[in-house]
């Protein structure tokens, strides 16, 4: 009978490691990367979103392009020519609804 409550208990270890590190590994998979599921704009429409974006911040380029993302429909980043970022935000027929800093410092 001690044996059978052993190997119970160790079984009952094993589930909770495995239970442990599955939903561990699901929480590490889910955090961090805000632009895993950012599509990039293509075609006419890319063309169309760097023309109004630059028109808007007067120079610099493209340095990154999404749509749909959580401010707008289209948002293109601009790398101005002092280095610092702009995200522009394009609702569908490609008018600015709104430009914001782009600070990837994290607050430091």
Known sequence: MHLSKRR?????GAVVAVAVGVGGAAVAGSGGDDDAGDREITGPALQEAEREAL???GEGRVTGTEVEDEESYYEV???LEDGSQVDVQLDESF???GT???DESGGD
Do not use: M, R
């Open 100 to 102: 914001e800093a782009d």
């Open 95 to 97: 008018q600015v609804v």
């Open 55 to 57: 028109a808007e911040t």
């Open 77 to 79: 980043e601009v790398t």
């Open 8 to 12: 119970a208990g160790v079984l009952v």
